[in-house]
T-cell receptor, first 114, second 114 residues
Framework: SQTIHQWPATLVQPVGSPLSLECTVE??????LYWYRQAAGRGLQLLFY??????ISSEVPQNLSASRPQDRQFILSSKKLLLSDSGFYLC?????????????FGSGTQLSVL | AQSVAQPEDQVNVAEGNPLTVKCTYSVSGNPYLFWYVQYPNRGLQFLLKYITGDNLVKGSYGFEAEFNKSQTSFHLKKPSALVSDSALYFC????????????FGTGTRLTVIP
């Protein structure tokens, strides 16, 4: 069966520090991968999605970037965190062959930038 | 461009009463519609989806949703609410014609009062 792993679960970082959140999927190949941010427990915002290795689409301009170095690995990064980057970050995947499939979400990372 | 509106930030309902969580959408093509539920500090869990066919879709935990094309709505319903249904509910839409990303509404917090 397929599983999605996202870590760390919580993270406290000072303003200006770098960020790296990692997400991996097991049990499937060529998944679509997604990063979402949820601010203050509401409003899920799509940040990035990827349909293949090295293919990243950004939905909103921001202080963050994403990379997909391997088929089932999706990384969210920042060179210098801002206070406004605080939030709950969710990684998700869906089967790459059909657009009518649901997304499967990781358990999320609570990021606090101080 | 796709968009989703959940007009109610908060819905309160007494245990045992029917519940409705509203959702309207906007897409240029055929919509794929989804409902997800989120419990505190957790990732989103899939409830149900509408792709095609019968307008009334049944999902997990006794929830159902009705697709109404003329009103561009996909309201979530349950005949008899449970206290354990209290959570944050998200409606989401994907344009059916090959789009890979899923756009979420801002969420509705459902509170079931014992």
């Amino acid at each position: 069966s397929q599983t999605i792993h996202q870590w760390p679960a919580t993270l406290v970082q000072p303003v200006g520090s770098p960020l790296s959140l990692e997400c991996t999927v097991e049990g499937t190949s060529n998944p679509n991968l997604y990063w979402y941010r949820q601010a203050a427990g509401r409003g899920l915002q799509l940040l990035f999605y990827s349909v293949g290795i090295g293919q990243i689409s950004s939905e909103v301009p921001q202080n963050l970037s994403a990379s997909r170095p391997q088929d089932r690995q999706f990384i969210l990064s920042s060179k210098k965190l801002l206070l406004s980057d605080s939030g709950f970050y969710l990684c998700a995947w869906s089967p790459g062959t059909a657009t009518n499939e649901k997304l499967f979400f990781g358990s999320g990372t609570q990021l606090s930038v101080l | 461009a796709q968009s989703v509106a959940q007009p109610e930030d908060q819905v309160n309902v007494a245990e045992g009463n029917p519940l409705t969580v509203k959702c309207t959408y906007s897409v240029s093509g055929n919509p794929y519609l989804f409902w997800y539920v989120q419990y505190p500090n957790r990732g989103l869990q899939f409830l149900l989806k509408y792709i095609t066919g019968d307008n009334l879709v049944k999902g997990s935990y006794g929830f159902e949703a009705e697709f109404n094309k003329s009103q561009t709505s996909f309201h979530l319903k349950k005949p008899s609410a449970l206290v354990s249904d209290s959570a944050l509910y998200f409606c989401a839409v994907r344009e059916g014609s090959g789009a890979n990303n899923l756009f979420f509404g801002t969420g509705t917090r459902l509170t079931v009062i014992p």
